[in-house]
């Protein structure tokens, strides 16, 4: 049997970053993910705030330098302003400085961080859990680990295994990178309304010029009579009034799909010596669906705990009294906002009148976790309706 003192399972933004964190504090560690290449295929946007917007959207959270201090060679484009489309194609916007990461190399890069760090890495090689961590693949057999790190992603298996409990609202993504697009590079943009993103949102994030990501992001619930969200995508790129205007004359050179947790933090990130971060702890602001910062300060959290652990001192639940002390009330208040804006989400009309009354220094409140008092007057637009 393979003996190590921490065991990471999965080796995104919050797997690497928790492998890092804790081989620079002297504990023994795995980092184990089922694919070959770290990175790829990519399931991403790319968009990541600067650092001093990061600071505002999480006022008391510790940031790691890995987050802060990314190298010029991973960005690929930095946009200024965050554009908000209503229903009906009205926008408005505020300054929101961003960075667009080359996600496939930003993952390389934080797994080579984890590895220089000390950390054994295991590509190819999937785990599993039951009464134990197991693995197969390119490395395969039991493991005997002190602690276990389930950074595994949206559906993780390793949750499941350990039977912890989870969130059941999901978003469903679909996302296309596209060139020769007609678009404003300075903005990221978000799309409201019914026909091209029931229950979520479309989104243009560029990537140059003429380039851009360009996905839909909803719940499942919201999906009626059996659309798909292929239809909804092309829909948008070809026939959205103001956005198809941008996208009909591109051409798609890649295809990404996959889940992001929309419930907020899972009800157990931790059971017994096993401990849950990132996605697979539901770490991602309900509100835009942004999970890379909270993964990694979840990850730098849990690499600390766990290696504390290790050389006695520190107990595993200070996991997640620290994570609620550092980022619990940015992804309650996130929940909160997305449950608000709900009520009015499945009327076009009304989402209008929302976004209407909403001041653009408040749009910017909401993305970052704050509920602004002109939001809660949804109540009286639904009372009103
Ligand atoms: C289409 C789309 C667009 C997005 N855009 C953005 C964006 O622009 N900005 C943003 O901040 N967030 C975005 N997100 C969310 C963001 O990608 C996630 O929140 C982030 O990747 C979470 O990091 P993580 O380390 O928790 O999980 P992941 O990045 O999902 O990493 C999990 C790792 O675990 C590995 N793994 C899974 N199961 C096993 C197993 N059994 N054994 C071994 N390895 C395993 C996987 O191979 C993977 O490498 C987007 C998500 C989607 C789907």
């Known amino acids: ?38 990175g ?24 790691p330098e890995s987050l802060v201090e990314i190298p010029e060679r991973i960005m690929l484009h930095r946009t200024g302003v965050q554009r908000i489309y209503s229903p009906s194609g009205r926008s408005k916007e505020f300054p929101v400085e961003g960075r667009v990461i080359d996600r496939r ?13 000390g950390a054994e890495v295991m590509v190819s ?8 961590l197991c693995l197969s693949g390119h490395f395969s057999g039991p493991v ?3 602690v276990v790190i389930g950074a595994d992603g949206p559906s993780s298996s390793i949750g499941r295994g350990a039977g912890m409990a989870k969130r059941s609202e999901v978003g469903v993504c679909l996302e296309y990178e596209m060139v020769g697009v007609d678009i404003d590079p300075r903005a990221a943009e978000m799309y409201f309304g019914t026909r091209c993103a029931p229950g979520g949102y479309a989104w243009i ?19 009626a009579g059996g659309t798909k969200l292929r239809e909804l995508l092309d829909h948008f790129v070809r026939d959205h009034p103001v956005a198809g205007d941008k996208l009909r004359h591109g051409e ?49 959290i849990a690499g600390e705990v766990a290696a504390g652990h290790i050389r006695g001192g520190c107990g595993l639940e200070e996991y997640p009294s620290r994570t609620n002390d ?45 509920v602004p008092e002109s939001l809660m007057r949804v109540h009286d637009l639904v009372a009103k309706n």
Do not use: W
């Open 252 to 300: 798609v050179v890649a295809i990404m799909r996959g889940l992001v947790p929309a419930g907020g933090i899972s009800p157990s990130i931790l059971k017994g010596n096993l401990l849950l971060v990132g996605d697979a702890a539901g770490q991602v602001m309900a509100t835009s669906g942004g999970g890379i910062p909270l993964a990694m300060v979840g990850g730098r």
């Open 144 to 146: 005997d680990a002190k």
């Open 40 to 63: 790829s295929p990519v399931q991403c946007g790319g968009f990541l705030p600067e650092a001093h917007e990061l600071r505002a959207l999480l006022p008391g959270a510790l940031l």
């Open 125 to 132: 090689t999937r785990a599993s859990f039951t009464h134990g």
């Open 205 to 223: 994030i560029p990537l140059g010029p003429d380039a851009a990501n360009v996905g839909v992001g909803v719940r499942s619930s919201y999906l």
């Open 326 to 370: 550092e980022m619990g009330q940015e992804l309650e208040n996130s929940v909160r906002i997305r449950r608000l804006v709900d009520k009015v989400m499945r009327s076009d009309r009304l989402m209008d009148a929302l976004l209407a009354m909403i001041p653009p220094e408040h749009m910017k409140a909401t993305q970052r976790g704050q």
């Open 1 to 38: 049997m393979m003996k190590t003192e921490i065991a990471v399972v999965g080796a995104g933004p919050a797997g690497s970053t928790a492998a890092e964190v804790a081989a620079r504090l002297g504990a023994e560690v795995t980092l184990i993910d089922r694919k070959a290449e770290i």
């Open 105 to 117: 190399n930003f993952d390389r890069y934080l797994v080579q961080r984890a590895a220089r760090a």
